[in-house]
């Protein structure tokens, strides 16, 4: 989080957004809607919206684990409200609670056009490396 790591390899290659901003129990990201990445319908392939949840309630998490502490996550569900045809997607990650050994996390995507495209919530299990 502190801005010393390189993005991981797998974010890379999937085109995943860096952080645009973060603070304790919170970030942001922006991402831009790639064509590549639109189903035959025309809209951004569900699957890859997954991905970008897994990506953003992991980086919310980091925020407020501790130097020997690393996390998994256990259980992600997406809920999709709208499509995503073009644009940019604003993602706000939070920590919902954050337990000794669990937490719950949640991240909104919301379109260009201000309107909720979909929310991911997880839960993370915690544990000392």
Not at 90 to 95: A, D, E, M
Request: no cysteine; hydrophobic share 45%.
């Amino acid at each position: 989080m502190d801005g010393a790591s390189q993005q991981a390899s797998y974010a890379h290659a999937l085109g995943l957004p860096p952080l645009s901003g973060w603070e304790a129990g919170k970030v942001y990201l922006t991402y831009k809607v790639a064509p590549e990445m639109l189903n035959p319908a025309g809209s951004l392939f569900g699957g890859y919206l997954a991905a970008l949840a897994d990506h953003a309630v992991a980086l919310t998490i980091m925020t407020v684990l501790g130097p020997d502490e690393m996390f998994t996550t256990s259980d992600l569900r997406v809920s999709f409200f709208r499509p995503v045809l073009e644009g940019s997607l604003t993602i706000t990650g939070r920590v919902v609670h954050r337990g000794r050994n669990m937490a719950h996390v949640e991240a909104d995507f919301v379109r260009a056009d201000a309107k909720p495209a979909a929310r991911a919530t997880a839960t993370q299990v915690i544990f000392t490396r």
